[in-house]
C-alpha cells in the first residue's frame, strides 16, 4: 500500500490564482481530511469527509473546497490564493467515523506571493 | 475556549535518558487522545493512542500517562536516541462521531549525543 500520497510536493502561486492540491489513499478508508500546519503551530482542521459524496467544514474553512467524489480521493481547491494561504497542507484518513489514529500524507508546501 | 496545549515548547535531553512531554487539555468531554511525531518536512507519524477510560498505555519505549482530574496528558520515552529528535504532537478528539482532532502546538526535542 502506498498509504495517502498527495501531489505536488511543491508550489508557488500568485495572488488571484486558483489551484487544486490532490489527495488519494488506497486503505479504503472512509474519512479523509485536510489540515494546515502554520509555523509555530499545530495542525488545524480545514475540511473532512466521512465518505464519498459526504463533506463538512472543519475549523478554518475559508477559502478552501472540496469535493469527495471517490473513496480514494479528496482534492482541496484554492479558488483566489491569498498570502495568508501560504503554509504547509498535510491530508489524512481513517477507517471511520469516531476516534481513531489518522495516517498523514507527506505534505505539500505553498507558497503564495 | 477549549484548546490543548503543551507546557514547554522545547525539550533537550542527553542520548541515553529519558524524555518527558507534557500536554494539557481544557475539554473535559475529550474522549480519545493521540500522540503523534512529525520530522522535518513529513507529515505527522502516530506514536500512541489512550481511551479516556484508561491511565496509562504502553508501547515500544513510549509510555502515555492520562490524568483526567488534571486534564494533562504526558509522553514518555525510554533511552531517548538521536532518531527520537523531532516536534511532538497532542491532539485530543472533543467527543464528536467523525473523530476530529484537535492538535496542540508541539514540542520540539532534541537528542544531544
Known amino acids: 500500500n502506498a498509504g495517502v500520497t498527495q501531489t505536488p510536493k511543491f508550489q508557488v502561486l500568485k495572488t488571484g490564482q486558483s489551484m487544486t492540491l490532490q489527495c488519494a489513499q488506497d486503505?479504503?478508508?472512509?474519512?479523509m481530511s485536510w489540515y494546515r500546519q502554520d509555523p509555530g503551530m499545530g495542525l488545524r482542521l480545514i475540511h473532512y469527509?466521512?465518505?464519498?459524496?459526504?463533506?463538512d467544514q472543519g475549523e478554518v474553512p475559508n477559502g478552501y473546497n472540496v469535493s469527495r467524489s471517490t473513496t480514494e480521493d479528496f482534492p482541496l481547491r484554492l479558488l483566489s490564493a491569498a498570502p495568508s494561504q501560504t503554509s504547509v497542507y498535510f491530508c489524512?484518513?481513517?477507517?471511520?467515523?469516531?476516534?481513531?489514529?489518522?495516517?498523514f500524507g507527506p505534505g505539500t508546501r505553498l507558497t503564495v506571493t | 475556549g477549549e484548546s490543548v496545549g503543551l507546557h514547554l515548547p522545547t525539550l533537550s535531553v542527553q542520548e541515553g535518558d529519558n524524555s518527558i512531554i507534557n500536554c494539557a487539555y481544557s475539554?473535559?468531554?475529550?474522549?480519545?487522545f493521540i500522540w503523534y511525531k512529525q520530522e522535518s518536512g513529513k507529515g505527522p507519524q502516530f506514536i500512541i493512542d489512550?481511551?479516556?477510560?484508561?491511565d496509562k498505555r504502553q508501547g515500544q519505549r513510549v509510555t502515555v500517562l492520562l490524568n483526567k482530574t488534571v486534564k494533562h496528558l504526558s509522553l514518555q520515552i525510554a533511552a531517548t536516541q538521536p532518531g527520537d529528535s523531532a516536534v511532538y504532537f497532542c491532539?485530543?478528539?472533543?467527543?464528536?462521531?467523525?473523530?476530529?482532532?484537535?492538535f496542540g502546538k508541539g514540542t520540539k526535542l532534541s537528542v544531544k549525543p
Open positions: 475539554n473535559s468531554a475529550s474522549d480519545y
Open positions: 489512550i481511551r479516556s477510560n484508561m
Open positions: 486503505m479504503n478508508h472512509e474519512y
Open positions: 491532539a485530543e478528539n472533543i467527543g464528536g462521531s467523525q473523530g476530529n482532532l484537535i
Open positions: 489524512a484518513s481513517k477507517p471511520r467515523r469516531g476516534p481513531y489514529e489518522q495516517y
Open positions: 469527509s466521512v465518505g464519498a459524496g459526504i463533506t
